[in-house]
Every structure is written in structure tokens, then in C-alpha cells.
């Protein structure tokens, strides 16, 4: 909040579960949507979840997705994380090991969803996003990184970003 100070610009966090946020209020309502640190496998529907997204974001504005590469959960399991496994299943919360044991017990198990990269993307395009810009990231899961997606809202109708010629 500082830096935005400093910056004489304004920010505003929604704290919510993103399938219960109100489109009515915050519909076209966002310059900028940022998601980072793998958290795609958190949500059972991403269909859902992307077209969520694109709902909350003003036309033209952008989607910043960085998020591990699906393939990651298959390599560093050895081999037992299936890469087409569609299932829901439990699991931690990835920073429950960062507290005491005796804190740890409080942490409530959560649902994981592992997608492909095809349903990542698929997903993606099926929102209506469009995509900007594609970069890996450097910092030391470059081989397992899906990196960043830079997306932005535009509409669906693909006929009205057609760009004609008079003559």
C-alpha cells in the first residue's frame, strides 16, 4: 500500500471465494487480474474459474497467470502422479510445512485438480482471453515452469476485433 502511495495510484484487494464473487459489483471491474505461485490445481473447475476471470476484467485489461508447468507434479513424484489424472482428490496446503508441527495439525486438507497444459490452455482460449505474451520464468524451475501468460480480455465475438479496409 505504500509503494502504491508513492506511486499517487490506489489498490484495492478482494478478499472472496472467486466462485461466490458478486459479477453484478465487480463485473468489467479490474485493470489487472494476477496470479502467481501455483495455484490452478486448487480450483475443480477451471472452465468455470477462467470464465470467471474474464468476467472480472475491464475489456482490453489483462490476465497475468504464472504457474508451475503440469508436467512438474509427474517429475518431482517419481513417477506416481499420473499426468492425465482427472481426479479431485485431498491434499496440504502448500505452505503448511513452513509452521511448527503442532500448528500444522489445524491446517484443514484441501481439494487438488491437476490439469494438462492442453486444458490449461484450452480452458484459457474458451474464456475468450486472447493470448499477449508467453515467457518462462528464470528462477530456478525454468525446466518445470509453465511461466507466465499474458492475457487480455477481448470479446468473444471474434468477427468485431476483425480489422477492415475501406476503399
Known amino acids: 500500500m505504500e509503494l502504491a502511495e508513492s506511486a499517487n495510484t ?45 468476467g472480472l476484467l475491464k475489456h482490453g485489461e489483462t490476465l497475468i497467470l504464472s504457474d508451475f508447468h503440469p ?7 517419481q513417477g506416481d502422479v499420473d499426468y492425465f489424472d482427472r481426479e479431485l482428490r485431498s491434499g496440504s496446503v502448500a505452505y503448511k510445512d ?12 484441501v481439494s487438488i485438480r491437476l490439469y494438462t497444459l492442453s486444458e490449461i490452455i484450452n480452458s484459457v482460449l474458451s474464456a475468450g482471453f486472447q493470448c499477449r505474451d508467453s515467457r518462462s520464468t528464470v528462477a530456478g524451475r525454468m525446466k518445470t515452469s509453465l511461466g507466465s501468460l499474458r492475457l487480455w ?6 468477427s468485431s476485433n476483425r480489422h477492415s479496409k475501406e476503399t
Open 98 to 109: 513452513f509452521f511448527a508441527e503442532e500448528e500444522q495439525s489445524e491446517f484443514p486438507d
Open 10 to 54: 490506489t489498490i484495492e484487494y478482494v478478499v472472496t471465494d472467486i466462485y461466490e464473487i458478486d459479477l453484478q459489483k465487480y463485473g468489467g471491474y479490474f485493470d489487472l487480474l494476477y496470479l502467481e505461485g501455483g495455484i490452478l490445481h486448487y480450483f475443480s473447475d477451471i472452465d468455470r474459474f477462467m470464465s470467471i476471470l474474464f
Open 153 to 158: 480480455r477481448q470479446n468473444k465475438d471474434l
Open 71 to 77: 508436467l512438474r507434479k509427474c517429475i518431482i513424484s
